[in-house]
């Protein structure tokens, strides 16, 4: 009786450890998979931010000024591609 309550105790703790064990790796998946998250959040906010820049910095570009005549537009920087 002793040798069957040692053993069922034994193999009670084993499974109690194995999955302690999976719930510290399923939570270290899912901090690994946060950061990830954030990390791709913070890459897209970045680049979007220097689409947004770009885009008004372009569309300044088009709008006519004051004080010149006909509507000039701005000259062109070195960035600026000229298409046909």
Do not use: I, W, Y
């Not at 979007?48 to 910095?57: A, D, G, P």
């Not at 300044?60 to 010149?68: A, F, H, N, Y």
């Amino acid at each position: 009786m002793k040798t069957m309550l040692a053993l069922v105790l034994s193999l009670s703790a084993a499974g109690v450890a194995a999955a302690q064990d999976d719930r510290g790796r399923e939570n270290d998946l899912r901090r690994e998979h946060e950061k990830q998250m954030q990390d791709l959040d913070r890459r897209f906010r970045e680049e979007r931010e220097k689409v947004e820049q770009e885009f008004r910095r372009r569309v300044e570009e088009l709008r006519p000024r004051e004080g010149r005549p006909d509507g000039e537009r701005r000259p062109e920087g070195p960035r600026a591609e000229r298409r046909p």
